[in-house]
């Protein structure tokens, strides 16, 4: 591996576009490897190291690209991932790429530039998210959140949004109003959320997309 040159795996089994990428990073200064076909031989490399990051594409023909980069996520023991789908991709392969975790996050429609400042913020520790698909990614992790709330912890929030006061969820709840006033700081704290108005929002603006 030669000195300050950043090695790059791809797996992408679409031949066009793996062969236009790699020649593409390979032109501006990147060491390119390209992945075998077959999910489990892709996977072993995304496992073995020697590469600075990883660019996955996970609207793949032959095997879940999801999957793979779940299981290459999963072990932990490989390059940082740049994930790469499109929109409108089959079976919600987007929103479920955004929900992987992976530290990059593109599109195949995205500007060369893009998944080059992809490829290097990820490479160097970082987080990227192509900025048209932040608001995705946003959304997927508010949602994630919501999901590790208690059922209690809902409860309580979704009638806060539902605009019942500490006092009268209380009595509705046959719970004390400080064990109430527990739960919504509690519940703030896993959502992230800066006051309790905030946090009720985010359980109903996720109870609405169900």
């Not at 075998?36 to 095997?63: F, K, M, S, W, Y």
């Amino acid at each position: 591996m030669e000195a300050n040159r950043l090695e790059v795996l791809i797996v992408d089994d679409q031949v066009t576009a793996r062969r236009g990428m790699e020649l593409v990073l390979g032109d501006a200064g990147f060491g390119v490897t390209v992945a075998p076909d077959n999910p489990d031989q892709a996977l072993a490399d995304l496992r073995t190291g020697g590469h600075h990051v990883a660019l996955v594409e996970i609207c793949r023909c032959r095997g879940d690209g999801v999957a793979l980069a779940k299981a290459a996520l999963e072990a932990g023991d490989g390059a940082p991932l740049v994930l790469s789908t499109r929109w409108g991709a089959p079976s919600g392969a987007l929103r479920a790429a955004s929900r992987l975790g992976a530290p990059g996050l593109v599109l195949t429609a995205s500007p060369v530039a893009t998944v080059m400042e992809a490829l290097r913020t990820v490479a160097g520790g970082g987080r990227f998210v192509d900025p048209s698909v932040a608001a995705l990614v946003a959304e997927t992790d508010a949602a994630r959140r919501v999901a590790e709330l208690s059922p209690r912890e809902r409860e309580v929030l979704e009638l806060l949004a539902d605009g019942y006061r500490g006092p009268e969820i209380a009595a509705q709840l046959f719970l004390s109003l400080e064990t109430v006033r527990t739960h919504v700081r509690n519940a703030a704290t896993k959502l992230g959320a800066r006051t309790r108005v905030q946090a009720a929002a985010m359980v109903a603006a996720e109870r609405g997309q169900r």
